[in-house]
């Protein structure tokens, strides 16, 4: 980034008049809303304040074990998250850390390799929350759809099943159908591009000062590493979550 | 030497006993038919003969070898199952046709499906049509066509004629005799007095759960 826009303080304080026009709004409408509206302000401001003081604190660390810590426990976090998605599916939490860990740790040892990114606090965490993130809501939808399948599609893998096909037999266009589901709102999302909505960090990035075509690139790559950790994370959870839907004599659990 | 040996099979699911101490024995070119009142269990003891589920208590053999002593897969492959519900898979009937080949990993054998197309009085352009398209008896059928895609040694059926008109059930039934004269060992459940006596040379009935009577009709 060449330069910076800042904003002054006094700035911010006038911009926090759009929280009192909401306010006003709730009021003439009664909505009764006002007083949440405030808190919500109050809270975001305190919470955003902290995590900026956190992260340039983060950002300013150059251990590589404190680097691969956080980006650990980001991954744990995520696979608990999804993992309440899979409530029912034996081993959903470990599943999820594996799929998320490999995920990412593709993607972000090609983007290093390839120089795209360095490795620093500074360039490692954000994306590596971004591509995590990612990888976590896609996991959370697969669970749904391959509880949901397993269920409505039951009779389909019991015949499968008597006409003498393994589990992965039985279960392949349920893997197929979890696996589109968890990709789709990303290849949505990638193919709508600069089209329906400018991406958050793009618009940021113009925001900070960055020309367009260089802000363009940075979400290009950002398009490019969350379709592949979220296509690996996907994968990797289907090929294990099928599985347990099955004992050890190839019978789908009641 | 029976050739499927049930012994003193039990299946209970969250505490509730679906069967009870059955026992039963089936030899090679057997026709055995299951009758009894709804939810008295049949279709779960046929369930248990397919290995789709396995028993809370007793064996089941096959050839004098435990099932659990035996691959899961290549069992089934011997045994086949035909659901009371036809149900198709995927969008087109080719898909169903083909899945046997599929999961062998062989090439499809036209004259094989001709054939069957033929037995069960099916146009072999139906392969091209769509799920669908089909009505109920020809679904019935199509599901038969899947099951004999590769013969098997056992057959099991589930009331496979109970939704059918007068016309398919004749053809099913027809087919199911020929299948039986070639030696297939056929165990079929039904709700049909007549049918349960036509052909069979035994015929069980379950009651609760339980083998209430064996008759021996030829």
Redesign the interface.
Known sequence: MSQFQTISTISLCLASVLVIISMIMSYRQELKLEKDIFISAIRATVQLLVIGFILSYIFSTESPIFIIGLLGFMAFNAAYNSAKRGQGIPHALWISWFAITIGAWITLSILLVTGVLSFTAYQLIPVGGMVISGAMVAIGLCYRQMLSNFEL?R??V?????????PK?ASK?IVRDVIKTGLQPTVDSAKTLGIVALPGMMTGLILAGMPPLEAVKYQMIVTFMSLSTISIACFITCQLAYRTFFNT????Y? | MALLELSNISYI?KDKSIISDVSLSVNQGDYITIVGPSGSGKSTLLKLC?????PTSGTITYNDRPL?AID???Y??EV??C?Q?P?L??KTVRRNIL??Y???GLKPDMSRIEYLFDLLHMPLNYMERRNDELSGGEMQRICLI??LI?EPKVLLLDEVTSALDATNTSIVENVIDELHKKGITIISITHNEEQSLRIANRRITIVDGQLAKEEVLI
Do not use: C, H, M, W
């Open positions: 599609r009779q389909e019991e015949i499968k099943l008597a006409l003498g096909s393994t037999q266009a004599r190839n019978q789908l009641k | 699911v397919s290995d789709l589920i396995s659990t899961p897969e290549s089934r492959r086949g199952y659901f519900r149900y898979f995927a899945f046997p599929d999961i062998r899947r099951s590769f």
